[in-house]
T-cell receptor, first 115, second 112 residues
Framework: EADIYQTPRYLVIGTGKKITLECSQT?????MYWYQQDPGMELHLIHY???????EKGDLSSESTVSRIRTEHFPLTLESARPSHTSQYLC?????FGTGGTEAFFGQGTRLTVV | SQQGEEDPQALSIQEGENATMNCSYK?????LQWYRQNSGRGLVHLIL?????REKHSGRLRVTLDTSKKSSSLLITASRAADTASYFC????????????FGKGTKLSVKP
C-alpha cells in the first residue's frame, strides 16, 4: 500500500459550490500530480508540482486550481462546481528524478459527482 | 494528448490461461511502465522497463519493449480471478520534467 491518501473518497455536491479535494503523502516525494479519469477511460494529467511553491498545468485544461505550500500536501480546489466536473480525481506522487524513470504512487481517488 | 494506446480494449479469459496486452506509443521514450487499476480505485505500479531493455520479468508478469516498433506487451501467465482489473501502460520521458502519459487501458476479466 502506498502512503498517499485522498479525502474524501466520494463527494456529491450541488452546482456552484466550492470544493477542495485533499491529497497527502508521507513518502517525502517532491513531485505530485493530479489526474482526471472518467469511468472506464484514460487518465488525463491536469496539474503537477515539482515541490513547494511549484504548480504547473497538465495536458488537459481544467478549471480547478492547486497549491503546494507543504511538501506532503497537494490540494485541488474547484471554486464553483459544475456537472461537467463530475469525474474521478486521482492524486499521485513520485521522486523528482531517477535515471531511467520513476514509478508513481497513487491515492485511492476521489469520485466527485456534481448535481 | 495521450501517447499510449492499449490493445485490446477488453479481454475475457478463463482462469489458468495467459493474458497478453499490447501498448503502442508515438514518440521516443525513456521508460515504459505498466499499472493496474481495480474498479474505482487508484493505480498500482506493476513494472518499469527502460528504453535500453527488451524484456523484464516480475513474478507472473513478463513485459517486452520494442523501441523500433514503439510497442510493448504485458503477459500475465496462469491468470487468476484476482487479476481482473484494468491495465494501463504509461510512457515516461525521464528526467525531472518528464510526466507519465497514460494510455486508455485494457479491461481484463478472468473468469473462475
Amino acid at each position: 500500500e502506498a502512503d498517499i491518501y485522498q479525502t474524501p473518497r466520494y463527494l456529491v455536491i450541488g452546482t456552484g459550490k466550492k470544493i477542495t479535494l485533499e491529497c497527502s503523502q508521507t513518502m517525502g516525494h517532491d513531485k505530485m500530480y493530479w489526474y482526471q479519469q472518467d469511468p472506464g477511460m484514460e487518465l488525463h494529467l491536469i496539474h503537477y508540482s515539482y515541490g513547494v511553491n511549484s504548480t504547473e498545468k497538465g495536458d488537459l485544461s481544467s478549471e480547478s486550481t492547486v497549491s503546494r505550500i507543504r511538501t506532503e500536501h497537494f490540494p485541488l480546489t474547484l471554486e464553483s462546481a459544475r456537472p461537467s466536473h463530475t469525474s474521478q480525481y486521482l492524486c499521485a506522487s513520485s521522486i523528482l528524478f531517477g535515471t531511467g524513470g520513476t514509478e508513481a504512487f497513487f491515492g485511492q481517488g476521489t469520485r466527485l459527482t456534481v448535481v | 494528448s495521450q501517447q499510449g494506446e492499449e490493445d485490446p480494449q477488453a479481454l475475457s479469459i478463463q482462469e489458468g490461461e495467459n493474458a497478453t496486452m499490447n501498448c503502442s506509443y508515438k514518440t521516443s521514450i525513456n521508460n515504459l511502465q505498466w499499472y493496474r487499476q481495480n474498479s474505482g480505485r487508484g493505480l498500482v505500479h506493476l513494472i518499469l522497463i527502460r528504453s535500453n531493455e527488451r524484456e523484464k520479468h516480475s513474478g507472473r508478469l513478463r513485459v517486452t519493449l520494442d523501441t523500433s516498433k514503439k510497442s510493448s506487451s504485458l503477459l500475465i501467465t496462469a491468470s487468476r480471478a484476482a487479476d481482473t482489473a484494468s491495465y494501463f501502460c504509461a510512457t515516461g520521458l525521464g528526467g525531472s520534467q518528464g510526466n507519465l502519459i497514460f494510455g486508455k487501458g485494457t479491461k481484463l476479466s478472468v473468469k473462475p
